[in-house]
């Protein structure tokens, strides 16, 4: 606060006053000092001549700035141009990325799967490396909507990356599966979370897709067709609820829903598959 102005602060109404500035004063008539009172008592004031200004009254700390409120990033429908042409330059599964498949004693799905590899898959932090490339559709109307990419090495281990498992950037992912094998009308559907668990669950003869995560699963809307629904449950709270949630939608609509459960201590069925397969 500074100290006292030079006027009597009693006289002024609340709100903007113009009085005769005391440092270029030019007489009675002059106005050119502005002085506004709150009706706190505060009193702020600024000469539009000279630039004098001071501030009286009391003590109040300035109003922190209001930020805008983040715009959330919109996720389009549909592939961007560069993901289409990522996709179109992905290779039926071979090399490193087959190796990794067979390591990991998944079973291989067909030629036109939308699963396929990139020998020289660009990750964001500069590493190119050998990638699975994953085309993610909309559950009900098989509309492409992302890419899921995992950078992978011939020994069964992920890419030593940070994050060797990545969606493209500003695409929808909800609602959308990756459709390992064709679907057939009239039998049942396997669908487990990751790639690899529900290649594992293909080798029950089952056509399966991967939900991508727990989340996915739990909404994986009533699809037509699907007489039946196998769950392969991923064994951890997250994947319990999931197909909790998901088999109850299921059995509502009068479908038959089996859950298929990993052995004890296993976490998912691929830690199964690479069990029995002695890959462990």
Request: net charge positive; glycine share 10%; aromatic share 4%.
């Amino acid at each position: 606060m500074t100290a006292a102005p030079p006027f009597d602060i009693a006289e002024l109404r609340i709100g903007e006053n113009r009085l005769s500035c005391p440092q270029c004063d030019r007489g009675p008539k002059d106005k050119a000092l502005a002085v506004r009172r709150e009706g706190d008592g505060r009193v702020v004031w600024r000469c539009h001549r000279c630039g004098w200004s001071g501030a009286a009254g009391r003590e109040t700390q300035p109003a922190a700035p209001r930020s805008k409120p983040a715009k959330p990033t919109p996720h389009r429908d549909g592939l961007a141009p560069w993901a289409a042409r990522e996709w179109a330059a992905a290779q039926p599964l071979h090399g490193a990325a087959l190796a990794y498949l067979q390591a990991r004693a998944c079973r291989i799905p067909p030629e036109g799967s939308h699963l396929r590899c990139n020998p020289a898959l660009q990750h964001p932090s500069g590493y190119t490396g050998p990638g699975l490339v994953a085309l993610v559709t909309d559950a009900r109307t098989g509309q492409p909507i992302s890419l899921h990419r995992t950078w992978v090495l011939a020994s069964g281990e992920k890419a030593p990356l940070e994050t060797p498992r990545l969606l493209a950037a500003g695409h929808r992912k909800a609602g959308g599966v990756i459709r390992l094998f064709p679907m057939e009308r009239g039998q049942p559907l396997g669908i487990c979370e990751g790639i690899e668990t529900a290649l594992s669950l293909a080798h029950a003869d089952l056509p399966v897709w991967a939900a991508i995560d727990a989340g996915n699963l739990a909404a994986l809307p009533v699809l037509r067709g699907v007489p039946e629904l196998v769950i392969g449950v991923d064994a951890d709270p997250a994947g319990e609820a999931a197909a909790k949630e998901c088999s109850a939608r299921w059995l509502a609509a009068g479908r038959c829903v089996r859950l298929v459960w990993p052995d004890a201590g296993c976490g998912d069925l691929n830690d199964v598959a690479r069990m029995y397969a002695g890959h462990e």
